[in-house]
């Protein structure tokens, strides 16, 4: 999340995949950093242990929600990251 917040503090919209039992980590991470309404994209765990055609399938399911993230949210959270501390 920290990695995450550096890009958008650039300019740079960001888009932070998290497995299912990292969810709440990121939330938690993004409300203790100032960003509480930042939406980490969920991707169905494991990862690490995916073939190529695996992870292609898992990328082809958020992709669209990326996509929602960087064009939809981008305004709100850089509103967002402007008032943090």
Do not use: N, W
Not at 11 to 33: D, K, N
Not at 37 to 52: G, N
Request: with cysteine.
């Amino acid at each position: 999340m920290h990695d995450v917040l550096a890009f958008e503090d650039r300019g740079i919209p960001t888009v932070l995949l998290c497995t299912e039992p990292f969810m709440h980590s990121a939330r938690e991470h993004a409300e203790a950093f100032g960003t509480p309404d930042y939406q980490a994209v969920r991707v169905s765990h494991p990862l690490a242990s995916l073939k190529p055609d695996e992870a292609r399938e898992r990328a082809d399911e958020v992709v669209g929600r990326v996509v929602a993230v960087l064009t939809g949210q981008a305004q709100r959270q850089a509103a967002s990251l402007r008032k943090r501390p």
